[in-house]
């Protein structure tokens, strides 16, 4: 197909007054019922003196108007409309309030004057001059409009005003004026109609997101043709359709046709004028003064002010700051703001309890012995909204027979004044975790435990979609102890506890690790790389190279799910024992206390799973 690349788009914004609701086609059908009954009437009394108007021309005129409704942005469609109007001169003698006033008996007489048949001997198709169409297509585009104007039938009102209708329909002219021209032969019926000019042009107003490139795609067929109001009306419906699609405050809200085939779209988009956080009472649903800073909620949302407000992406806000983890329900509702063809966003926010205490209890099947054999107690405090800004903290203690950790947690979700959502962690743990397993007891059969004290920071951020990245700088104190809590520095088989030979190792080990994930559900796809170095700033600090890698791999095969994971990594350098890959338990070999299968300084390690419903 020739490609039409004279399209030419512009873009600037402008105000769209509201069309008064009043507007409607009641009045003018009604006139126009009126004057094709006065034309039947005036056609049955041919014979009546010239003195009356039998003789004088009846016109009747169709037009079409676009029109829409701009205070409903998604819902108000663009209307096309074709009304129908007759006019007749006035008798000398007539007087103004007679053209006016309908007579007495009118509307006895509408039904039947509505269904009485005058003989029509010709129908033709003229431009408004009553001249022959220069185009021929036109013509037969009208004359195959119609369904009973046919020449040397007997036609009603009501089948000339719907045949009139159909014209207008076809697309291709702007107005129809059927007139009835008494003649030797009998009535010819002419329907006087005016083609569109043909498309040259194109001229938007308003609508700066729509590509322009979509704009000239949708029109650059018609180019150079005579517009088609049907054809137009599609374009315009894709033009919505592209707003709705993307959620987005827009619509075409008017249509002009200018003298020499230029067409204006007018498009009306809301853009967002202001946003606004309003807190509402959990029991009573009333605004209330919260405790979370406004600005901590607004900088997570990604609509901004000056933006076109869209649903979705208002939607994926809603969900962003529910994650926050500080609201129990969160809303947003956009309001017409003072300026046309503006927005402003209310988000309403119910906030939970920042934080509180717990404490529970439970048995472990780990290796213990004695009347308290596996039971463990916990002991936490959180805050959730430290400082009204999202800031966690996290006080907990967990205690068993021989194993216990009790850790400090501070993050804050996004440092303030960063612009890539970095996130800051710091973490104080004191931990003792058994050892038996991979290091055996001791002589006496007494077990083993490796206690570690460990304080870092590490500081996270987004790279890209789906791909995160963490670096941290993290120091450890660790060493092996017997259930009194002195220092082993030998194993059963008598192999060293420490890499110093000494109680206890030290290490301060620079962190990198990079995660993708999938979609974050059980059994998505996802990768880790993690390394780890150890910096000898002191030069009893032990110097070594840690590299891990995991990947995981779901597939789905009819109803079930094949779960393909792959892992593995290497140390180099000086490093304690117990800090080997340990293989063993759920995420590496399932049915095994982890290390129980062993470890090692480098590991492999490769499963598949199969999971069904049932």
């Excluded at 369904?147 to 040397?152: G, L, Q």
């Excluded at 207008?168 to 009535?187: H, K």
């Excluded at 048995?363 to 909204?385: D, M, Q, V």
Aim: proline fraction near 5%; glycine fraction near 10%.
């Amino acid at each position: 197909m020739h490609r039409n690349d004279g399209v030419c788009f512009t873009s600037s914004s402008f105000k769209i007054p509201v069309p008064s609701p009043s507007q409607t086609l009641a009045s003018p059908l009604s006139r126009a019922r009126h004057s094709l009954f006065q034309l039947l009437h005036s056609l049955r009394n041919r014979s009546l003196p010239p003195t009356t108007s039998t003789h004088s021309p009846l016109l009747c005129c169709a037009s079409l108007s676009l029109t829409a409704q701009t205070y409903d942005l998604l819902n108000a469609p663009l209307l096309c409309s074709a009304s129908l109007s007759l006019s007749q001169p006035n008798p000398p003698d007539s007087t103004q309030s007679g053209s006016e006033v309908p007579q007495k008996g009118q509307s006895t007489t509408a039904g039947r004057y509505d269904e009485e048949r005058v003989l029509i001997s010709e129908v033709l198709v003229r431009n408004k001059d009553g001249e022959e169409l220069e185009r021929k297509d036109l013509e037969m585009e009208a004359l195959t409009a119609l369904k009973a104007c046919r020449a040397n039938s007997a036609l009603t009102v009501r089948e000339v005003q719907e045949d009139v209708h159909r014209i207008i329909d076809s697309g291709y002219f702007s107005s129809c004026m059927p007139v009835a021209v008494d003649t030797r032969d009998g009535i010819r019926l002419v329907f006087q109609v005016e083609p569109n000019q043909e498309f040259h042009g194109l001229v938007c107003e308003g609508a700066n997101v729509l590509p322009s490139k979509f704009l000239e795609d949708a029109f650059r067929e018609g180019h150079g043709k005579v517009v088609n109001l049907k054809r137009l009306d599609e374009v315009i419906n894709s033009i919505n359709g592209w707003y709705m699609e993307r959620g987005l405050f827009g619509l075409v809200s008017g249509v002009d046709i200018f003298s020499g085939g230029i067409i204006r779209l007018q498009v009306a988009e809301a853009e967002v004028n202001n946003i606004s956080i309003r807190f509402l009472d959990r029991k009573t649903g009333e605004p209330t003064k919260g405790k979370t800073k406004p600005e901590t909620i607004l900088r997570q949302l990604t609509t901004k002010k000056g933006q076109v407000y869209s649903m979705l992406q208002g939607k994926r806000d809603v969900d962003t700051v529910s994650t926050m983890g500080l609201m129990a329900d969160v809303s947003i509702i956009p309001q017409p703001a003072g300026d046309a063809g503006k927005v402003d966003l209310v988000m309403n926010v119910v906030e939970r309890p920042s934080g509180g205490f717990s404490a529970g209890g439970g048995i472990s099947s780990g290796i213990t012995s004695g009347p308290l054999s596996g039971l463990i107690g916990s002991f936490a405090y959180s805050h959730r909204n430290l400082f009204g800004r999202n800031q966690k903290l996290n006080i907990s203690l967990e205690r068993g027979q021989i194993d216990s950790i009790f850790r400090i947690n501070y993050t804050d979700p996004w440092i303030e004044g960063d612009d890539k959502r970095t996130s800051r962690t710091i973490i104080i743990q004191n931990s003792r975790t058994p050892g038996t397993l991979v290091h055996g007891n001791q002589h006496d059969n007494s077990s083993l435990s490796i206690g570690r004290v460990t304080a870092g920071i590490e500081f996270s951020r987004p790279l890209r979609p789906k791909w995160s990245g963490t670096a941290g700088l993290i120091f450890q104190h660790a060493g092996a102890r017997d259930e009194k809590g002195n220092p082993i520095i030998k194993d059963f088989y008598g192999s060293p506890l420490t890499a110093s030979g000494k109680p206890y190792d030290d290490m301060l080990v620079a962190k990198f690790e990079c995660v993708c994930t999938g979609s974050g559900d059980q059994g998505s796809s996802m990768f880790a790389f993690n390394m780890e170095q150890g910096l000898p700033v002191m030069p009893e600090w032990l110097f070594f190279n840690r590299v891990n890698a995991r990947a995981r791999k779901g597939v789905e095969i009819g109803p079930t799910r094949l779960l393909l994971s792959l892992s593995g990594g290497k140390v180099v350098g000086s490093f304690s024992p117990h800090e080997a890959f340990a293989i063993g338990g759920t995420n590496s070999v399932r049915g095994y206390e982890e290390g129980a299968v062993g470890s090692g300084r480098s590991y492999v390690v490769g499963s598949s799973e199969v999971s069904f419903p049932m």
